[in-house]
T-cell receptor, first 113, second 120 residues
Framework: DQQVKQNSPSLSVQEGRISILNCDYT??????FLWYKKYPAEGPTFLIS?????DKNEDGRFTVFLNKSAKHLSLHIVPSQPGDSAVYFC????????????FGTGTRLTIIP | GAVVSQHPSWVICKSGTSVKIECRSL??????MFWYRQFPKQSLMLMAT?????????EQGVEKDKFLINHASLTLSTLTVTSAHPEDSSFYIC????????????????FGPGTRLTVL
């Protein structure tokens, strides 16, 4: 039972444009969400997070939007840069401080120069 | 930022042997470490939560007698795959949470680079 879903296994975006990565979840107990970025042969690195009390969180070029009623979140990267090419994982936990993370299957983002 | 290392980065072993994977937090103390497994084209699946000085908590479906976890210090956790079989071949990743928050706030976990296990 995949509680966190990333339905697009891959995405290609022109450099300078906006990249939008989507994530859906089914567990209504999730209320803290994170995005991780992963390069080949490396572990995931934390990018940005959002609590369910917010609908948007921004950090530089990265913005995460949360639509709790739709159980959907998205990561926007603008402008996209070649170094953003990686696999992006969405993750969720049942509360801030709850250490168990449930991950999505990842989306491979390729930025085209 | 916080650094978590894993050793070895890859290992090939014969069926029936045991393999030990180490996970170290290099610049912070981690009272809690996590072990994940990732099969090709699948998500990271949490196997167990390792707490320093106490028994690990295993996720449903993970055999605790097969995947032995030891968290003997605040900077080291080990995962031993006992009597490994080809179906145990996978990418094993550990992560650590910074108890004191010195390496970063929030609920984020810091991940190691992973260990590729191939069982022949």
């Amino acid at each position: 039972d995949q509680q966190v879903k990333q339905n697009s296994p891959s995405l290609s975006v022109q450099e300078g444009r906006i990249s939008i990565l989507n994530c859906d979840y089914t567990n209504s107990m999730f209320d803290y969400f994170l995005w991780y970025k992963k390069y080949p042969a490396e572990g995931p690195t934390f990018l940005i997070s959002i609590s369910s009390i917010k609908d948007k969180n921004e950090d530089g070029r990265f913005t995460v939007f949360l639509n709790k009623s739709a159980k959907h979140l998205s990561l926007h990267i603008v402008p996209s840069q070649p170094g953003d090419s990686a696999v992006y994982f969405c993750a969720a936990s049942e509360s801030f401080g709850n250490e168990k993370l449930t991950f999505g299957t990842g989306t491979r983002l390729t930025i085209i120069p | 930022g916080a650094v978590v290392s894993q050793h070895p980065s890859w290992v090939i072993c014969k069926s029936g042997t045991s393999v030990k994977i180490e996970c170290r937090s290099l610049d912070f103390q981690a009272t809690t470490m996590f072990w994940y497994r990732q099969f090709p084209k699948q998500s990271l699946m949490l196997m167990a939560t390792s707490n320093e000085g106490s028994k690990a908590t295993y996720e449903q479906g993970v055999e605790k007698d097969k995947f032995l976890i030891n968290h003997a210090s605040l900077t080291l956790s080990t995962l031993t795959v006992t009597s490994a079989h080809p179906e145990d071949s996978s990418f094993y990743i550990c992560s650590a949470r910074d108890f004191m928050g010195a390496a970063g706030g929030g609920n984020e976990q810091f991940f190691g680079p992973g260990t590729r296990l191939t069982v022949l």
